[in-house]
């Protein structure tokens, strides 16, 4: 397979035409006949060694790892087709060093076959390529873990995670990831517990909600977060409106309701449904009998067909 690669600085500027080289796929090198399933990390390991492994094995790669983006993983157009080529240049680049990815990778069919990356940040809940450009665990490690191999080119072994991202490595990075599979299998397996914990402490909030016959007022220190957040939606900035929405209901879960509608639409907005559907799910059980309820079962319908793109 031939790949087209793509001088990003002429495609910025817009001052010269774009620099496109074709190279020739490198032979197969290493092993792994089979797809590598993870192995159980010691009984010992943390969630934050975890985390720290995996920030040590994606900063400042010698050999960068190769990312490629689900079409519809953080925008609503079909970033991997070349003809978006513009977009996705100034997306990437957006908050980001200038050297951090040195090209983009197209194939025969003009789609997007990897980004080499030299560090990739690991966050606590996130992998994040910049800004704009995020993973979080809870939404891409609920599905098999594997290794794979590619039939040649430059980074033949595979890690895909659902549909939204998959990394890539060189055929003397095998090693690495493994090493990869191994830490994202255990922050899987640990996900999985958070969720039957927080599904327990869901299901307590709910009765305690319903169980009360005078609701809490919304105090004035949350009054403020939720003027914020609606501020910030206003302005776009999802993230942080998201993040005061969560201020309010750390301050009290129970006297704003509405808080769970909005922050599913605003993670929808930055295309993590299935943390979408989670607080539309969580406001119904509260509000059952809500004047929206029937548009916000429909908005998980909706999610739902997003989440198999």
């Not at 397979?1 to 001088?7: D, E, K, N, Q």
């Not at 925008?75 to 070349?82: E, K, L, P, S």
């Not at 907005?269 to 004047?291: D, G, T, V």
Request: charged share 25%.
């Amino acid at each position: 397979m031939l790949l087209a690669s793509v001088g990003l600085a002429a495609l910025i500027s817009g001052c010269a035409q774009l620099q496109v080289q074709n190279q020739a796929a490198r032979g197969e090198q290493g092993g792994l006949d089979v797809p590598y399933v993870p192995k159980p990390l010691p009984g010992t390991t943390t969630l934050e060694s975890v985390r720290d492994d995996l920030t040590a094995l994606l900063r400042g790669r010698a050999r960068p790892v190769g990312i490629k983006f689900g079409s519809h993983a953080f925008t609503q157009i079909d970033i991997n087709r070349r003809e978006n080529l513009v977009q996705l240049v100034r997306l990437l680049r957006e908050g980001v060093e200038e050297d951090n990815f040195t090209g983009l990778r197209y194939d025969n069919q003009q789609q997007l076959d990897y980004i080499p990356y030299k560090t990739v940040s690991v966050l606590d809940d996130r992998i994040e390529l910049g800004p704009r450009i995020a993973f979080l665990f809870s939404e891409i490690l609920n599905g098999p873990i594997t290794v794979a191999k590619l039939k040649g080119g430059d980074y033949p072994y595979v890690i895909q995670l659902q549909n939204q991202v998959s990394f890539r490595f060189e055929s003397k990075d095998l090693a690495d990831a493994k090493r990869m599979a191994d830490d994202l299998d255990f922050m899987k397996r640990s996900i999985a517990k958070q969720d039957e914990a927080r599904a327990a402490q869901s299901a307590a909030l709910v009765a305690q909600y319903r169980a009360l016959k005078t609701k809490p007022p919304v105090s004035e220190e949350q009054r403020r977060f939720i003027v914020q957040a609606n501020t910030f939606n206003q302005q776009k900035n999802y993230g942080q409106a998201l993040e005061h929405y969560q201020k309010a209901l750390d301050l009290q879960p129970l006297s704003y309701p509405a808080a769970y509608f909005n922050m599913a639409l605003l993670s929808a907005q930055l295309n993590r449904f299935r943390l979408a559907i989670a607080y539309m799910k969580q406001y119904l059980l509260l509000e059952p009998e809500a004047k929206d309820a029937r548009s916000a079962q429909d908005k998980i319908y909706e999610w739902e067909v997003m989440l198999g793109k």
